[in-house]
């Protein structure tokens, strides 16, 4: 063999592999953010190195639901609120394309609150609609960040549901968790009251003296609720990526029915609390939660200034499956009756006023049903099935369906004393609940109406 050649070709090989290792080091690799709507996350990130990641959000106004009944005309990013949430690895450098949907009736840009630099991004992506804009930031503190629009009035634009999370996932890399969700607190200010249906428009009044009708989970009423609810196994730890959209009220986030194991105080990456009820998340803010579900059930997820749950709208729920474990919850294990006044019916004050003067059989259902609800599915349960031993049911009575009137003058009167309802005796008391005749007539007519029961209308009339 030529020794010359041989030569050559060892020099040819040295050279080819400088140039290979060259070229890998100048390229770093680029990939696409992979965006996901609440309450869904995005993937962990595996890699261990930098990359280019680029994030391609459009905003969109669109009209959608608030509540049952309630529309509202919100202004998003990705066409939800929240927006969608955003996940890149510390260190890495991500290309923001901002684009304004041609239909938009306003400008909007983005305040990534992950930014180091002039305004979060905010001047930097401000586009007309029908327009798209670009620009780059380098993710370098890890944590859990509120992105929003801050296009002016920037408090309006907040309040129509432009907000959303990004989580840069640090380095050194948060523990393993089974299941995690992404979850964002925000609040509506609307012209009518709270539940008023139609079409509602934004209120600068309301929003000004921070009097929200509204304060939601992910966008809407019931938006985590029933079948809509967010799920895991007994077992499984749980990790809830929590923000705060505003636009102005604080949240004291809790779980009923679980303690947070750790917390990452408002957004950052040390787990610095251990078995906390309720945390802080402040308006343009985060916190993460972790907890283990030890037993089955369904928690609740709620701003612990609990009128905003029960009357605005804050509650979601977690159903967790799985065997049960009587060493951690027993569950009911007894109910006797406690009379602390004496057996005399009490009175228990109840205002539910119906909103519209009853008129059509339609009308006088759906007040009865407003009614129920409020009243007496605490006892009689949702679907009127009732608590044996303890309330009997409603869903179809023999009791309730043997006698209109007698069943008319339980709820003028209250009861008490022993009574046998399908079979299983009863002997416990029905507060006088100080209902006006036409809620009588309305919600008997409802509870006739419903779950197979003998579909009797009651007037107002024979109320009296
Ligand atoms: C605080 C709990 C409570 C509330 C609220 C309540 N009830 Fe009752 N209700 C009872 C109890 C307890 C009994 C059984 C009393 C007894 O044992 O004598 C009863 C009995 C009845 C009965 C007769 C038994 C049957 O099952 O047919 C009817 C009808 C009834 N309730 C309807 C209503 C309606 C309608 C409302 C709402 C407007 C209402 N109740 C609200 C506790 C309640
Ligand atoms: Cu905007």
């Given at each position: 063999m030529n020794p010359f050649k041989r030569n050559r070709i060892g020099i040819s090989i040295v050279i080819l592999i400088f140039f290979v290792v060259f070229s890998m080091c100048g390229k770093e690799t680029t990939e696409e953010a992979k965006l996901t709507y609440a309450p869904q996350v995005p993937p962990h990130i595996e890699r261990d190195y930098e990359a280019k990641v680029i994030v391609n959000m459009e905003t969109v106004e669109v009209v959608g639901r608030l509540a049952d009944g309630v529309e509202y005309t919100f202004w998003t990013f990705g066409g939800s609120v929240p927006g969608p949430m955003i996940r890149v690895r510390e260190g890495?450098?991500?290309?923001?394309?901002?684009?304004?949907?041609?239909?938009?009736?306003?400008?909007?840009?983005?305040?990534?609150?992950?930014?180091?630099?002039?305004g979060g991004g905010a001047a930097a992506s401000l586009t007309i609609p029908g327009h798209a804009s670009k620009f780059s930031f380098r993710a370098l503190n890890p944590g859990?960040?509120?992105?929003?629009?801050?296009?002016?009035?920037?408090?309006?634009?907040?309040?129509?549901?432009?907000?959303?999370?990004?989580?840069?996932?640090?380095?050194d890399d948060l523990p393993k968790v089974d299941k995690e969700y992404y979850v964002v607190q925000s609040e509506f200010y609307t012209k009518g009251k709270n539940g008023e249906p139609g079409l509602q428009a934004f209120s600068m009044e309301k929003a000004i003296t921070e009097i929200p009708d509204y304060v939601v989970f992910n966008g809407s009423v019931g938006s985590m609720v029933e079948d809509r609810s967010i799920t895991a196994k007994v077992g499984e730890k749980v990790r809830l990526y929590v923000g705060n959209g505003g636009p102005n009220l604080v949240s004291s986030f809790h779980v009923i029915g679980e303690i947070f194991?750790?917390?990452?105080?408002?957004?950052?990456?040390?787990?610095?609390?251990?078995?906390?009820?309720?945390?802080?998340?402040p308006a343009g803010g985060s916190a993460i939660v972790?907890?283990?579900?030890?037993?089955?059930?369904?928690?609740?997820?709620?701003?612990?200034?609990?009128f905003r749950t029960f009357n605005k709208g804050s509650l979601g729920m977690l159903k967790v499956e799985g065997v049960a474990n009587s060493n951690i919850y027993s569950g009911k294990e007894e109910d006797?009756?406690?009379?602390?006044?004496?057996?005399?019916?009490?009175?228990?004050?109840?205002?539910?006023?119906?909103?519209?003067?009853?008129?059509?059989?339609?009308?006088?259902?759906?007040?009865?049903?407003?009614?129920?609800?409020?009243?007496?599915?605490?006892?009689?349960?949702?679907?009127?099935?009732?608590v044996t031993g303890v309330f009997p049911p409603l869903a179809k009575s023999d009791y309730l369906n043997a006698d209109k009137q007698r069943a008319i003058q339980i709820l003028k009167k209250g009861l008490s004393g022993p009574i046998t309802v399908n079979g299983q005796k009863y002997?416990?008391?029905?507060?006088?609940?100080?209902?006006?005749?036409?809620?009588?007539?309305s919600v008997l007519s409802y509870v006739y109406n419903q779950w197979g029961n003998k579909g009797y209308m009651v007037s107002e009339q024979e109320a009296k």
């Open positions: 890495d450098t991500v290309e923001f394309h901002l684009k304004n949907h041609p239909t938009s009736k306003m400008p909007h840009n983005i305040d990534l609150h992950a930014v180091t630099g002039q859990l960040y509120i992105y929003h629009c801050a296009t002016s009035p920037v408090g309006m634009h907040i309040a129509n549901g432009m907000y959303g999370l990004i989580f840069v996932q640090p380095k194991d750790f917390i990452y105080a408002e957004g950052g990456i040390l787990p610095n609390q251990k078995n906390v009820q309720t945390t802080l998340i972790d907890f283990t579900v030890d037993v089955p059930g369904t928690l609740i997820l709620v701003d612990h200034s609990i006797t009756v406690y009379l602390p006044e004496g057996p005399a019916i009490q009175r228990m004050v109840t205002e539910v006023k119906p909103k519209v003067a009853a008129k059509t059989k339609e009308e006088i259902l759906a007040n009865g049903e407003r009614v129920y609800k409020s009243v007496c599915s605490a006892c009689h349960m949702k679907e009127g099935q009732g002997n416990n008391v029905m507060p006088h609940l100080e209902l006006t005749n036409e809620e009588i007539a």
